[in-house]
Structure formats: C-alpha cells, structure tokens
C-alpha cells in the first residue's frame, strides 16, 4: 500500500524502499501506536467525523490487532524472507495495512486529521511515559539495596577519599548512602521529564494542524496525558523530549558507573575491601583463581553507549529546519538503545549490591595510618583560636615530620607538637582516633554517626513509601 500513490508513477527504488523502512525498529511501537489510534478514533466518533458504527468496527479491529501483537501472532511485522523486506514502510502503515484488511475500506477513515507526523511523536512520547514509570520503579530498588547495605555494615569506618588518595574516615554508610541521593536526583530527573513528554501532539497533523473539528484535548486526557502541545509546529518538529530522556539516563549511567568502577577497584587484591557475590562474577577461560567483576565492568562500559545515543540524537537535531524532516526518523535507535541499556544496568546493579560484602578488617587496616586525622588537629588548633589558614601550614609541617621519621603522628612526641604551636596540649591524643573524628562532626549531612543514623532512618521511611 503507496501512501501517496496518487502523485507518483514510478515505483520506489527497490533499494530506496529498504534503506527508508523503518519498521523494523519502530514496530516495538506497535502497542503505542495502537493506543494512540484507540483515542484518535473515539475522538473522532465524538466530534461525529467518523459514524458510530464506523468507530465501533475500527476499534474492535484495532484490539484484535493488539491482540495479534501481544500473542507474537503479527506475521505482518515481520520480514518476507522472499524479497528480503518488511511488509510495510513503518510501523503506523503497518497497523493501518492490517487495519484494512481486517475492515475494508473503513479502516482508512482512521487516519482522518492526523499525519504520521503527530503519530510518531505521540507514539514515542507514550514510550517515554510508559519507560520513565518502570525506570522511576528500578531507580527504588537500586536505593534500597544501598540502603540495606548501608544498615548492614552501618558501624564499618573507611578511608575517604579525594583524588584517589586516603583523606578523612567516614563511615561506609555515608558512603553508601551517597549514592541513594544520587540515584533520588536520578529519579527525580526522569520524573519531571515525564511532565513533558506527557503532553499530546495529535492532531497538529504534518505541521499546520487539520480543518476537522477535532478535540485534542480529549484525546490527550483518554490518554493519561496532562496535555497538548500547544504549537502545531513544534509538536511534530522537536525531539527535545527524547533528548531529555536520554540526557536523564545518561546521567544515571554515569552515577551506576561511577559505583561500578569502585566495586571493580575494591574487589580486586590491591584493595580487598569488598567481594560480590559469584552471581555476578565470573572466571577465567585459562587461569582458574580469577573471579572477575565482569557485571560492574559492563554497567561501566554500556554508559558509554548511552553517552553516544545523546550525541546522536542530538546531532541529528542540531541543524533541522521546521518542521518535520525524515532525518528524524532515526531518532528511535538512541532511544530505545538508552532506555534498554540504563534499565537492564539499573537491574542489574539492584541485584548485584545485595550480594556485595565488605571486610571491616580491611578498612581497619587502612585507618591504621592516622594521618587521615591530621584535619581534626588543624580543627583542633582553629578552636585554640589559630586562623585555619594557619593552622593548616603547622599541621601540614606535623605530617612531612611524621613522613620523614616514618612513624603515626600519634607516635611523635607532644613536644614536636608544642614546639610548632603553644596551643597543642596532651589532649591532642584523643583526637588521633577514627571514631571520636566521626564523632565530633556536628554539620548536617556529615558523616557523624547521629547524622547517618538520621539519614538511614528518612531513606527507609521513603523507600517504604
């Protein structure tokens, strides 16, 4: 079936025909599309364009079509293997194919006041509706397996860390629990994304909108949307909805990675601070001792792909001119490619984390070197009424003392102290220990034990929720 058979009389290259289609992507849009068309005809039974009776036969064909779809029935979607092509240029002319076929000519009154401009774009904004909804579902369940762990090793204390080097003890939990927030501005993100992308185009038509007397806000609501897109041109011509998206789950692939790559980091030998659980490692074809955290190495290396899904996206958009320009229909691959790969990662590091332990030994022995506490002797001096500034150039010569000697600042003398600063004391020693470091932290949000029993008990209230 030639949509524009009327104007044109030559066929299409058979080679343009196969590089143009489009159905082989765009048919997992096949139960959008069909709810899109759902509304779009009892819109138009309403405002008495299509006849009652018309509708009623339209709408049962198009549920047996859903029908047809959801059993893998939909021998119309496929590829003939004869010729090596689909049975229809995309995904709207496939439905409307079988539509026909199931109707006669009836079928063709669907596509009365709308395009398969404003079809596409309603078709993946229901997508992005429908993916933001199961996204927002997982991003719960990655922050409550940091939650649980958090509360399981809640008392364990490690080195923190800034550029990669040992700097102040925080408790594992704080950590932890970073990453909760991270993943809650994830959530959020993709939320108020869904706010836009909520909004219905159907009925602008190619671009200028259509002369039936149709209600598209009627359709917006029957389709669970907060409304339309106010601007005929602008609802076909802009993709900025996906962009978003796909901005969103870059975002969100670039905070799982960042765990990812601490998890690789801390399981390996050098560092033996955690191990996954072997579900979610694997070993070796030829050294037999491995134990590789090949899932954490995924979720870091698929961000990458997600990171070149926004760029494409956004590098087909970047010089269109309005409206609609087929260049656009290569916007589903980036797509469906993000909201695949973030979601598969998303439930994979929500299972992998409950199998993660840590060795509270191990941090143990890295809280051994207390030059992670020089801060709280600089603090120290700041409270004697020293300027921070220069408390910092005193503490700072302490340490390269203590480096050069080769011994703990807790082992250098009090007089090496007093000999710098008057304002030293032999109260100095209880500073050198990890736990009254936590405790004395009184700042909200810090790592305080009081502050992250605090910030466990909001998260499992929410999470509850």
């Not at 009892?42 to 339209?58: F, N, Q």
């Amino acid at each position: 079936m030639k949509k524009w058979k009327g104007r044109f009389r030559e066929p299409l290259d058979s080679g343009a025909l196969r590089f143009s289609s489009s159905l082989g992507t765009d048919r997992r849009l096949a139960d959008e599309d069909i709810e899109g068309s759902l509304a779009h005809v009892a819109m138009l039974a309403a405002a008495k364009i299509v006849s009652a009776g018309d509708a009623r036969k339209i709408t049962r064909a198009l549920k047996t079509i859903r029908r047809e779809v959801a059993s893998g029935r939909a021998q119309w979607l496929s590829m003939d293997p004869a010729s090596g092509r689909f049975t229809a240029d995309d995904i709207h002319m496939a439905v409307e194919k079988r539509l026909i076929a199931l109707t006669g000519d009836v079928g063709g009154r669907l596509h009365t006041a709308r395009s398969r401009n404003d079809q596409v774009a309603l078709d993946t904004r229901l997508f992005l509706m429908g993916r933001i909804d199961s996204i927002a579902v997982l991003l719960r369940s990655v922050q409550r397996a940091f939650v649980a762990s958090a509360e399981a090793f809640g008392d364990v204390i490690m080195p923190g860390y800034t550029h990669l080097q040992r700097a102040q003890p925080v408790l594992l939990a704080h950590h932890l629990l970073a990453y909760v927030e991270m993943f809650e501005r994830d959530r959020e993100r993709f939320l108020d994304c869904r706010k836009r992308a909520a909004l219905s185009p159907l009925g602008a038509a190619a671009l200028a909108g259509t002369s039936f007397p149709i209600d598209r806000e009627k359709t917006a609501r029957s389709l669970g949307m907060g409304g339309i897109v106010a601007n005929s041109i602008d609802a076909v011509s802009d993709r900025d909805a996906l962009l978003e998206f796909i901005s969103a789950a870059a975002i969100t692939m670039m905070h799982a990675s960042r765990i990812a790559e601490e998890l690789v980091l801390w399981t390996s030998k050098e560092w033996s601070f955690a191990e996954i659980g072997e579900s979610f490692t694997t070993g070796s074809s030829i050294m037999p001792q491995k134990k590789n955290p090949d899932m954490a190495e995924l979720i870091r290396g698929k961000t990458g792909r997600v990171y070149g899904d926004l760029m494409a996206l956004l590098t087909v958009m970047k010089g269109l001119p309005l409206a609609y320009n087929r260049d656009m229909q290569e916007d589903k691959e980036p797509l469906f490619d993000a909201a695949d790969t973030v979601t598969a990662s998303l439930d994979i590091l929500a299972r992998m984390m409950t199998t993660v332990t840590f060795d509270e030994d191990r941090f143990e022995e890295e809280l051994n070197g207390d030059q992670l506490l020089a801060t709280e002797l600089a603090d120290y001096l700041v409270r004697k009424g020293i300027p921070f500034r220069e408390a910092h150039g005193i503490v700072g010569d302490i340490v390269a003392l203590s480096a050069d000697r080769g011994i703990s600042l807790g082992e250098l003398p009090l007089g090496e102290y007093i000999r710098r600063s008057p304002a030293f004391s032999g109260d100095i020693s209880l500073l050198l220990d990890a736990r009254t470091s936590l405790s004395m932290k009184k700042s909200a949000g810090s790592t305080s034990p009081a502050e992250v029993e605090r910030a466990l008990r909001r998260w499992k209230k929410t999470l509850r929720r």
